[in-house]
């Protein structure tokens, strides 16, 4: 995937916290050549950046993660 790729989830795809950890099988990549594993808090924000890929993990619209502050 490439390093401007954006990754639509749904409220559902988030853990307890309201995150995803990066690399994720949803960005179409392999857990084993990506980067370290790295938590990012989509919840908050509605999108979070991994630090090390550039893959943005972004709520689709009209996605609400209840629960999660």
Do not use: I
Request: contains cysteine; positive net charge; proline residues 6%.
């Amino acid at each position: 995937m490439n390093a401007k790729a954006v990754v639509e989830l749904l409220a559902k795809d988030l853990n307890s916290q309201g995150g995803v950890f990066c690399p994720n099988p949803k960005a179409d990549m392999k857990l084993w050549s990506g980067h370290p594993k790295v938590y990012l808090d989509v919840a908050r924000l509605g999108e979070a950046k991994c630090p090390y890929c550039g893959t943005v993990y972004r709520l689709k619209a009209g996605e609400v993660a209840a629960g999660h502050h």
